[in-house]
């Protein structure tokens, strides 16, 4: 069973300078598009619109940015529905000791001695509520005497239950960001991978046309520039 791989860029600058550059190229194409197409019948007219449409998709998939924004929201609801499970937690010792003095051994049997391990752990809070909220239903006669309430015994599972809910949809998105993020890379490896086809091409078929040539190259190197311009100077001197 092969390893999954995480896609990376094939190219060596951001996605906006590439859609830019992308964008340029398909416009030099289309206007030099007889030139190509005498060269290579594969580079015609649907070349263009097949990569039109693949830079569409592109830019109205979301950004990386926008997917971390959507996991943060999701974060700081997960977040305040922790804070509402202490809050609980903390406001229903004071009736369990009341219940119950002494307290020790039976504020344990509610959970309280896993409580430090779990306050600031999702997955732990989430079993602890659920042991919480059990207890709270074994000792309800005992806790109402004391002063609780059945609207805070039911609130415990509430609050417990939408821990749960929110909690998997932010686990759920975190997977799915990291689908998005690599269908959206593997699209754009796809665009840069047909400008990188149509970029050798033109540089062939311009090869002697500076100002054509220079249209077609996307990784400029000063030492092809010179060379090209100097034999086009000697060109029109002896001339």
Known sequence: MSEYKK???????????MLVMAKIIIKCFQNDIADFTSFDSNLNISLIDDLSLKIQEVEEAPLNKQLRDRLSQKTNLVNQQMDKCRNIIQYS?????RA???HTSKLNEFGYNDYITSKYSTPKMMLFMQVFHVMLLKYKDNLLAAGYSQKLIDEVHITKEKLIVLS???????????????VRRQAMNKVWEIILHISK???IIFENDYGKYSQYVIYK???KSKILQKDLDNNVARK
Do not use: C, M, W
């Open 7 to 17: 896609d990376v860029r094939n190219y060596k600058f951001s996605d906006a300078k």
């Open 93 to 97: 010792k004071y009736f369990i000791e």
């Open 100 to 102: 119950f003095p002494p």
């Open 168 to 182: 998997n949809d932010q686990q759920v998105f975190k997977k799915h960001k990291g689908y998005l993020t690599n």
């Open 201 to 203: 091409a033109g540089k």
């Open 221 to 223: 190197t000063k030492s």
